[in-house]
């Protein structure tokens, strides 16, 4: 018989707010290159620009401070001063020491899914701040394994199942981005609940992910993680008899 026998959960803009301080950061920075040049465009150029860093700095806060650092030399021709590249640099250090605030009900939706299966920590971002944000969620000591990623692609979570033993069709994973906690998840038979954010980068946006798909739920407050759960371990439960 096949059933669910463990659960992953994404971690920013899953459990906890992330997106929405990296929102006001891109504010900020718009908001000093605009003392240089009039366009509408500098969140696209700078998007254009963290998009071909990534292979080289990763995700998380780091990579955007350097990505906006040489955004904002090449959008103003490097008329930008010093004074306000350091501006850019506190940006980011802001970033860095930004409290962790739990969504409406997610405490409580993890605690009683733990109570049902198996549950792991699967985030991507800076090793650094993702550590301290996983000290200071409170939540820790529920996870069975908290994995920090560079990447959340099909290789990955391959690998993560192999090294859980688990197969993936025993795998449900929640997390709010269909392109890192969804589409990879489905592409090897697993499940996906996909929990919609207020907000997403744009990078987390492109994603061919099928939204008929049988193996996908949407469900969009915590309170109703437990139950889609429940209901989804008793479709695979059933389809292995």
């Given at each position: 018989?096949?059933?669910?026998?463990?659960?992953?959960?994404?971690?920013?803009?899953?459990?906890?707010?992330?997106?929405?301080?990296?929102?006001?950061?891109?504010?900020?920075?718009?908001?000093?290159?605009?003392?240089?040049?009039?366009?509408?465009?500098?969140?696209?150029?700078?998007?254009?620009?963290?998009?071909?860093?990534?292979?080289?700095?990763?995700?998380?806060?780091?990579?955007?401070?350097?990505?906006?650092v040489e955004a904002a030399?090449?959008?103003?021709?490097?008329?930008?001063?010093?004074?306000?590249l350091h501006r850019i640099v506190?940006?980011?250090?802001?970033?860095?020491?930004?409290?962790?605030?739990?969504?409406?009900?997610?405490?409580?939706?993890?605690?009683?899914?733990?109570?049902?299966?198996?549950?792991?920590?699967?985030?991507?971002?800076?090793?650094?701040?993702?550590?301290?944000?996983?000290?200071?969620?409170?939540?820790?000591?529920?996870?069975?394994?908290?994995?920090?990623?560079?990447?959340?692609?099909?290789?990955?979570?391959?690998?993560?199942?192999?090294?859980?033993?688990?197969?993936?069709?025993?795998?449900?994973?929640?997390?709010?981005?269909?392109?890192?906690?969804?589409?990879?998840?489905?592409?090897?038979?697993?499940?996906?609940?996909?929990?919609?954010?207020?907000?997403?980068?744009?990078?987390?946006?492109?994603?061919?992910?099928?939204?008929?798909?049988?193996?996908?739920?949407?469900?969009?407050?915590?309170?109703?993680?437990?139950?889609?759960?429940?209901?989804?371990?008793?479709?695979?439960?059933?389809?292995?008899?």
């Amino acid at each position: 018989m096949t059933a669910i026998r463990m659960v992953g959960f994404d971690a920013d803009d899953t459990l906890w707010r992330s997106e929405d301080y990296f929102h006001g950061a891109q504010q900020e920075f718009e908001r000093i290159v605009a003392h240089y040049v009039d366009l509408d465009d500098v969140g696209d150029r700078l998007y254009a620009i963290e998009k071909n860093n990534i292979a080289l700095f990763g995700y998380g806060v780091k990579g955007m401070a350097l990505s906006m650092v040489e955004a904002a030399v090449e959008i103003t021709d490097a008329r930008i001063s010093a004074r306000d590249l350091h501006r850019i640099v506190g940006i980011a250090k802001e970033l860095l020491a930004h409290p962790v605030e739990l969504l409406p009900g997610v405490r409580e939706a993890i605690e009683a899914v733990a109570a049902d299966f198996e549950i792991v920590l699967i985030t991507k971002g800076d090793l650094f701040h993702q550590e301290k944000k996983v000290r200071d969620c409170g939540l820790a000591g529920l996870f069975r394994r908290i994995e920090i990623v560079s990447e959340k692609d099909v290789p990955t979570y391959r690998r993560l199942l192999e090294e859980f033993g688990c197969e993936a069709d025993e795998f449900a994973m929640v997390g709010n981005s269909l392109r890192s906690d969804i589409e990879p998840v489905l592409a090897l038979g697993g499940w996906g609940i996909h929990v919609p954010y207020h907000l997403t980068w744009a990078h987390e946006a492109e994603t061919s992910v099928d939204h008929a798909a049988p193996r996908l739920r949407v469900v969009p407050t915590a309170t109703e993680w437990p139950q889609a759960l429940r209901a989804i371990a008793a479709e695979a439960a059933e389809a292995g008899k």
